[in-house]
């Protein structure tokens, strides 16, 4: 049964950082890009950072260009997620994702998901 668990969600204070990580069974590995999204209080789930599994390529929201940084780890099932220099805003429940299609920027492409991990950053 594909599977994709994430971690290292928390609380931070602004400034600080936090690293989330996502393992996910050997099927994941195979699809096309993996991601991570968010979704604040409020407001709808978007699109934080991709990368593409075979040719490294990334995306990332204006907002969180320079801060964040998603990578692969040398385990072929392990994502991760490095955010420094949180804000406020960052504070949303953040999900691992992953689909198997080209047109990774869009939420409705993606096929599997975690469950989700909670990251609170305070003032």
């Known amino acids: 049964q594909v599977q994709l668990v994430e971690s290292g969600g928390g609380l931070a204070q602004a400034g600080g950082s936090l690293r989330l990580s996502c393992a996910a069974s050997?099927?994941?590995?195979?699809?096309?890009?993996m991601g991570w999204f968010r979704r604040a209080p409020g407001k709808e789930r978007e699109l934080v950072t991709a990368?593409?599994?075979?040719?490294?390529?990334?995306y990332y929201v204006d907002s969180v260009k320079g801060r964040f940084t998603i990578s692969k780890g040398n385990a072929k099932n392990t994502l991760y997620l490095q955010m420094n220099n949180l804000k406020p805003e960052d504070t949303a429940v953040y999900y691992c994702?992953?689909?198997?299609?080209?047109?990774?920027?869009?939420?409705?492409?993606?096929?599997?998901w975690g469950q989700g991990t909670q990251v609170t950053v305070s003032s």
């Open positions: 050997e099927r994941i590995f195979t699809s096309y890009a």
């Open positions: 990368i593409t599994w075979n040719d490294d390529r990334t």
């Open positions: 994702a992953a689909t198997d299609s080209e047109n990774f920027y869009f939420e409705v492409e993606y096929d599997y």
